[in-house]
């Protein structure tokens, strides 16, 4: 079991307020992602409920007991760790079964632990190594062995996959989410990366300033942002948003348009740009238009080639269904 | 070119020299100290036995007789065993915590420490020596290793916690998560990792401890003099008996060369911490 309740609770360092009081909850199994901008709070908010860090305010339950005052090592949650935090003068095998050997477990019961544990992340060759000798993606493997091993109620990633190359990262995405398949233990994970919270999460947290924008699920947040942050940070390429007449064409202070929900055509449209630069993907094409009058710059995603250049005259016609509107504050009109 | 070809001479030729020239320089009272105390008391002052002598064992094996030397080297090692131990059991929980938990006043109390290193010991003298033989501890292990402890702890809080500071702090909170307590970080984490720092600060503090000369003469009269003492008290009233008490400073210095060339490694680095990152 392990359900997450954050009751009014904030963290301030000195008399920087950098979470004012929030509640939430993430239910039992839930794949929860806390993403925003850098320096957000979301580790923050992370080290928080891991233990790591004091509140300043408010309580936290762990399946309906309050852990505020717990240690961390008491709280049944496992943490996984950016830098990995392997300790580097052990072994593969003592470094996974490190936790099991603090809880004073007979070390038959810790090999056997460990060796499933490295069975199923493939590092059944590697126990023998140090965390010097292995590659980033092994050493992130056996930090998620380390937290694996404790049967833990919910896991903690902080911005896990950060150090690892493109590819890697895909990689590793698809485990955990797998882990989190078979597993359907509560995760919470924290990241920068709105392609990692889409593709992983139940439930996406998104945080500002410490603030929760919006929670909800990957599919919500993209088809329903509460305000103008949200639509802006969720969904790659960016939504076009802007102000001015064509928005007030539409009832709303500002709007929004994706990349992909505006058609093109070199004949006639809505609006009129010109083509500054043509990605080509090959699955898809992003066109950066300019001089459209509306924003300095309009981008739209054709699905397949086409073919333009730099300063082509194009023309942009939005679904007038997939058009967002927001109010003078930036909230979403219904 | 030839600022390469020149510059590649000075360090073929120009640097041994260099360096060969600063050594013996300072290793050359060692060496006088050494042919001196093969010399009888006699010979010892006479200009025609500058190099040229009969060399003889008699100042070292009338060492025991003529100045008691196992005692002076049994308190040396008593009280420079002890400090050490006392300095690092005190000195690691405290750079740990500083390093690791550290509060907005970490950095004014770890420059206070330092600035104690600043504070002349003659102006505490008199104050010490009072205070010692008012509540009786002149002249007695307790007060030296006491005394050697507190001089040597700012310069080892300084150093392990630079030798901490490089630890990263996720590992510290991942051993926090994994279930270890305040004790259990020291020992099983903290202490492998910083194995060599604490090894070389403990050396060097034992050095420092083992040298010490301004406190041990003045704070001890018999029970707890150390070779130091001993060799202070050598200024024979009579005339120096140059022979004899170069013997009996050898023997004092001995221990101490011969464990530091088998730790140079582990001095360099503890004597040049932080200078290279």
């Known amino acids: 079991m392990g359900r997450i309740v954050l009751d009014q609770v904030s963290k301030k360092f000195g008399d920087v307020e950098v979470i004012p009081p929030l509640d939430l909850t993430i239910e039992d199994g839930e794949f929860a992602v806390f993403v925003g901008p850098s320096g957000c709070g979301k580790s923050t908010l992370l080290r928080m409920i891991a233990g790591l860090e004091d509140l300043t305010s408010g309580n936290i339950e762990i399946d309906s007991e309050v852990v505020t005052e717990v240690p961390p090592s008491k709280r049944g949650l496992a943490m996984v760790f950016q830098s990995y935090a392997l300790y580097p003068h052990m072994t593969v095998r003592k470094n996974i079964g490190f936790p099991l050997r603090m809880e004073k477990m007979a070390p038959d019961e810790i090999d056997k632990r460990v060796e499933a544990a490295a069975q199923s992340l493939n590092l059944i060759d590697y126990l023998d190594r140090k965390p010097g000798q292995l590659s980033g993606g092994q050493r992130q493997r056996v930090a998620i062995g380390r937290a694996i091993v404790r049967d833990p109620s919910a896991f903690l990633f902080d911005e896990p996959l950060s150090n690892l190359d493109a590819a890697l990262r895909v990689g590793m995405r698809l485990e955990i989410s797998e882990m989190h398949e078979r597993m359907q233990t509560t995760m919470i994970y924290v990241t920068h990366d709105q392609v990692e919270a889409m593709t992983m999460a139940n439930k996406i947290v998104v945080l500002q300033a410490g603030v929760i924008e919006q929670v909800g699920s990957p599919l919500d947040l993209y088809h329903k942002p509460q305000n103008v942050f949200v639509a802006g940070f969720i969904g790659s390429p960016k939504m076009n948003i802007f102000s001015g007449s064509e928005a007030e064409k539409h009832g709303a202070h500002t709007i929004g348009i994706r990349p992909e929900h505006t058609d093109v055509s070199m004949t006639d449209g809505t609006w009129e740009g010109r083509v500054g630069v043509a990605e080509h993907l090959g699955s898809d094409t992003f066109i950066h238009v300019h001089d459209t009058g509306l924003t300095d710059m309009i981008t739209v995603r054709i699905t397949g080639d086409i073919s333009v250049k730099h300063g082509d005259k194009i023309y942009l016609t939005p679904q007038a269904d997939q058009i967002h509107k927001f109010d003078a504050k930036g909230q979403r009109i219904a | ?277």
């Open chain 2, 1 to 277: 070119m030839a600022i390469v070809a020149q510059s590649s001479k000075f360090s073929t030729y120009g640097r041994p020299v260099l360096a060969w020239g600063v050594g013996l320089l300072f290793f050359f009272p060692i060496f006088w100290m050494v042919l001196t105390s093969f010399k009888t008391d006699a010979d010892a002052v006479k200009p025609e036995h500058l190099i040229f002598f009969t060399p003889t064992f008699d100042n070292y094996l009338n060492m025991t007789d003529n100045y008691d030397y196992w005692r002076f080297a049994t308190n040396s090692v008593i009280s420079a065993v002890s400090a050490t131990a006392f300095t690092l059991f005190v000195s690691v929980p405290a750079a740990y915590a500083m390093a690791f938990n550290p509060s907005r006043s970490t950095k004014d109390v770890l420059m206070w420490m330092l600035s104690t290193k600043m504070l002349p010991a003659a102006a505490v003298l008199y104050p010490m020596i009072f205070l010692a033989k008012s509540i009786g501890l002149y002249d007695t292990h307790i007060l030296i290793i006491t005394v050697l402890s507190l001089i040597n702890l700012p310069i080892a809080i300084w150093m392990l916690f630079t030798y901490f500071k490089e630890i990263p702090k996720d590992i510290i909170e991942a051993g926090k998560m994994d279930g270890v307590n305040t004790w259990g970080e020291i020992k099983e984490i903290l202490v492998p990792l910083a194995w060599g720092g604490i090894a070389s600060t403990a050396l060097l503090v034992f050095i420092f401890c083992w040298n010490e000369a301004y406190w041990t003469v003045r704070l001890t009269t018999i029970d707890a003099a150390t070779l130091s003492k001993l060799i202070e008290g050598n200024r024979a009233p009579e005339g120096l008996f140059f022979g004899r008490l170069s013997a009996v400073s050898t023997a004092a210095v001995g221990p101490i060369v011969v464990l530091g060339w088998f730790c140079q490694k582990q001095l360099v680095q503890g004597l040049t911490f932080g200078a290279v990152k």
